[in-house]
């Protein structure tokens, strides 16, 4: 069975998307970092014009839930003023930018991500979803990143630009990056790439240039987990979900400089002391970190079930590795891949997928939440 059509779009800011308890505002922190005042403005917004919840996408970015319609305007105002946008709204849809969160003031991470703000307005038109990452950090470590167009560097510390797909990228200079993404972009375009919509999709059926194949990037290094590190604090949001007064009092209470999503549901806060944070994952390994659920119903009007709440339970009983996938309905938005164990909603209950995806064929199906928990029990 085929993966079944998702309908809409990515969520942005002026753009967004209505879903079951309202409107998904995006936020893209420029170069993912928000400094203490515009995080505590955010969680602040999230409560005033939303239902006080945040989300932490996969490619570092943070939506505020259950927005009205008559509350959008001023939502984006106050994102204005907190410069959190943009004021052009084309723009800002293009901003889909990844960098690697160890980033430092005067560094080639920063200077190639304000190098590539500086000509976005003037590159080639893209299909909405496409994006960039800017890899060049201490480690590699948006390999997994959904990205088209990649900054990386070589094992022997050369910079190159590869095409997502392509096992080898091109060598540029930071006063050559820009030019070259033009180019690469431009070649994408002229060769029928808008058609395909991602640039993986695009070289599995047209080559890149040779000129383009010089280099593989360097292997990636071992991901960021909580706790402390050099450049924070790292901790963890389960499910991807970030309650806005438990981050403003974490923010706070941690007195944070500043806050730098991650990917894996994490997210750093620069200059943090050591402080409880009982809303947050704060120990590596923690099943809340694997498990995935999306919102579920009531807030996706395509769910046919709850799903964080089972999905919570039963995290504590997966045998150690074991991944575990429940999904509202089967598209699988949350985690459009393989699980070991896959739970689907179905009509008010689930359908169990063993080593599969949510529009596989299922194992059992028709099971109450009493039944699910005895077949975890047993794996």
């Known amino acids: 069975m085929?993966?079944?059509?998702?309908?809409?779009?990515c969520p942005g800011a002026y753009r967004p998307m209505m879903s079951g308890d309202g409107?998904?505002?995006?936020?893209?922190?420029?170069?993912?970092?928000l400094d203490a005042t515009q995080v505590l403005g955010l969680c602040d917004a999230a409560e005033r014009f939303g239902n006080g919840t945040i989300d932490l996408t996969s490619r570092a970015n943070l939506q505020v839930r259950g927005v009205s319609e008559a509350d959008h305007p001023a939502l984006i105002e106050t994102f204005q003023k907190l410069n959190l946008l943009d004021t052009d709204p084309a723009i800002?849809?293009?901003r889909n930018i990844a960098v690697t969160p160890d980033w430092q003031e005067g560094d080639l991470t920063q200077k190639l991500g304000l190098a590539l703000l500086g000509v976005l307005r003037h590159l080639p038109a893209l299909p909405a979803k496409m994006g960039f990452a800017i890899d060049t950090g201490h480690i590699g470590q948006l390999a997994t990143c959904s990205a088209?167009?990649?900054?990386?560097?070589?094992?022997?510390?050369?910079?190159?630009?590869?095409?997502?797909?392509?096992?080898?990228?091109?060598t540029v200079t930071i006063e050559t990056a820009t030019e070259e993404l033009t180019n690469l972009m431009t070649w994408f375009v002229e060769t029928g790439g808008v058609k395909a919509g991602r640039m993986h999709r695009h070289l599995s059926q047209t080559p890149l240039p040779r000129e383009w194949l010089e280099l593989p990037p360097r292997k990636q290094g071992q991901q960021a987990s909580p706790g402390e590190y050099a450049m924070g604090r790292v901790l963890g949001a389960p499910f991807g979900q970030l309650v806005a007064p438990s981050l403003a009092r974490v923010m706070q209470d941690c007195k944070a400089k500043a806050m730098r999503p991650m990917q894996g549901r994490l997210f750093v806060l620069l200059g943090a002391c050591?402080?409880?944070?009982?809303?947050?994952?704060?120990?590596?390994?923690d099943p809340m970190l694997s498990v995935h659920a999306c919102p579920g119903a009531p807030y996706c009007p395509q769910a046919e079930v709850s799903t964080r709440d089972i999905a919570q339970a039963l995290a504590p009983k997966l045998p150690e590795g074991c991944s575990l996938h429940v999904s509202g309905c089967a598209k699988g938005c949350a985690h459009p891949h393989a699980a070991d164990v896959t739970l689907v909603g179905a009509n008010g209950q689930f359908n169990l997928v063993r080593d599969g995806t949510p529009w596989d064929e299922p194992r059992q199906s028709a099971l109450t939440a009493k039944m699910?928990?005895?077949?975890i029990e047993r794996v």
Do not use: C
Request: aromatic letters at 8%; glycine letters at 8%.
């Open 372 to 375: 699910v928990h005895q077949q």
């Open 23 to 33: 409107l998904v505002v995006r936020v893209r922190p420029w170069l993912g970092h």
């Open 274 to 285: 050591d402080m409880p944070a009982p809303d947050f994952v704060t120990k590596p390994n």
């Open 2 to 9: 085929s993966a079944p059509l998702v309908k809409g779009w």
């Open 148 to 170: 088209d167009f990649r900054f990386e560097l070589s094992d022997d510390g050369a910079l190159i630009l590869r095409a997502d797909g392509a096992r080898l990228g091109k």
């Open 92 to 94: 800002e849809a293009r």
